[in-house]
């Protein structure tokens, strides 16, 4: 049997998206993996005899007491020539594990009153190393914020995709119906694409604000005689409807046009049947369009999904951030060096690092529940 020939061609067509996911996404997640559950310490190396070549018999930590049993005085010459006295303490100490160290450190490690009377000291310096540890996530689970962000992106979550994609479905199907002048309906929805997160945040600040479109708009029709504060911090149910509007308007259309290139991939005979067999549009949407369009909505509820646990300028537009927070704010605020930050790259990481596990669960769920005929078909 002839032997067949490895083909590399495929191998090097996808070679460089290869290196750009590994420099540009699995790189960047790795570090900030590592910033988030690794801190920066030190320990004290204890030696076996005086000098900084010797072997180490142990390690004490920072800040803790320590008994000097031994002293050794040498001279150590200065740069212009001259020398000074340097003292080298035999000390006995516990380490993190509780064992009993006993050795020579420096003095420049120790903290001592009196280098030739003293029989204890501190351990105030040693030298660096890194330690992995969950202080950092348990910090970003003990903020006081972190519930009211996840809760609020949680809800912001569950009222957004519904409409957004009740909405896209019905774009999309007037789209697809070819009507006279669909063409203009394409170009108007496509409007918001072209809007930055905070560009949109702010068109809507001019819609809700005290002396905004909708009250003007409402005290023109006489519902209302004075402007009404939707955007206040007594009013925070009108904060949420406005990231809601904010988002729908703003996110729907990327949503649409993969229900657009979805819809054009089912096969005009399918639906053709439909209607010779005397289906209502309700019934060709429900068993005909709908379960062919999973693929495409199964892509879709994952891209949106990810987009709405990163919803940040909105929000921050909206409200300020301080009123009403979400999670990717709580990653700004703890990263941020400024006066209104806490210049905690590690927490802000943490957070990161949580954002993206949610992210993957509600992948791994829409994978699991929107499955396509092929993948229920292959298990």
Same mark, same amino acid.
């Given at each position: ?16 998206? +290869?290196?750009?996911?590994?420099? +540009? ?32 018999? #142990? ?5 803790? !007491? ?14 212009? #020539? ?6 080298? *303490? ?7 594990? #509780? !064992?009993?160290?006993? #050795? ?30 969950? &202080? ?6 003990? &903020?006081?914020?972190?519930?009211? $962000? ?49 560009? $949109? =945040? ?9 002396? @905004? ?37 703003? /996110? ?15 096969? &005009?005979? %399918?639906?053709? $049947?439909?209607?010779? +067999? =005397? ?29 709405? *646990?990163?919803? *940040? /300028? ?15 704010? !709580?990653?700004?605020?703890? %990263? &941020?060096? @400024?006066?209104?930050? *806490? ?9 990161? @690092? ?7 669960? +509600?992948?791994?769920? %829409? ?6 005929? !092929? ?5």
């Amino acid at each position: 049997m002839a032997k067949r020939k490895f083909n590399i061609a495929p191998y090097l067509l996808i070679l460089p998206s +290869f290196i750009y996911l590994v420099l +540009f996404f699995a790189w960047p997640m790795g570090r900030s993996l590592q910033l988030a559950f690794q801190k920066d310490a030190e320990i004290l190396p204890v030696r076996t005899a005086v000098g900084d070549d010797m072997d180490v018999v #142990g390690y004490l930590p920072m800040q803790i !007491e320590v008994a000097i049993t031994d002293r050794e005085r040498s001279e150590e010459t200065l740069p212009n #020539g001259r020398t000074r006295p340097v003292y080298w *303490f035999k000390i006995a100490g516990e380490s993190e594990e #509780g !064992e009993q160290v006993e #050795g020579w450190v420096n003095q420049k490690y120790l903290q001592v009153q009196s280098r030739t009377e003293s029989t204890s000291a501190r351990v105030v310096s040693g030298e660096g190393t890194q330690e992995w540890t969950l &202080d950092y996530v348990k910090r970003m689970v003990n &903020d006081h914020n972190f519930m009211d $962000a996840l809760t609020t992106t949680l809800i912001l979550l569950v009222l957004i995709l519904p409409i957004q994609f009740a909405l896209a479905i019905t774009m999309a199907l007037v789209l697809q119906a070819r009507l006279k002048g669909s063409t203009i309906f394409l170009y108007i929805y496509a409007i918001p694409l072209g809007i930055s997160d905070l560009a $949109a =945040g702010l068109v809507w600040v001019n819609i809700f604000t005290q002396h @905004g479109f909708l009250n003007t708009f409402l005290q023109r029709l006489g519902i209302i005689d004075s402007p009404y504060i939707f955007l206040s911090a007594e009013n925070k149910h009108w904060m949420i409807v406005a990231i809601v509007l904010a988002e729908v308007w703003r /996110a729907t259309s990327i949503v649409m046009v993969i229900v657009v290139s979805g819809l054009q991939s089912i096969p &005009d005979e %399918y639906l053709e $049947a439909g209607q010779l +067999f =005397g289906a209502s549009l309700w019934q060709r949407l429900r068993h005909i369009i709908l379960p062919l369009l999973r693929p495409s909505l199964q892509v879709a509820l994952i891209l949106r999904t990810i987009l709405a *646990f990163q919803v *940040f /300028a909105v929000v921050v537009a909206l409200t300020g951030g301080r009123v009403i927070t979400v999670l990717a704010y !709580e990653t700004y605020r703890w %990263y &941020d060096p @400024g006066d209104s930050g *806490f210049n905690n790259p590690h927490v802000a990481a943490a957070y990161a @690092g949580f954002i993206m596990l949610i992210s993957l669960v +509600f992948s791994v769920v %829409y994978l699991r529940t929107v499955r396509t005929q !092929e993948q229920g078909a292959s298990t």
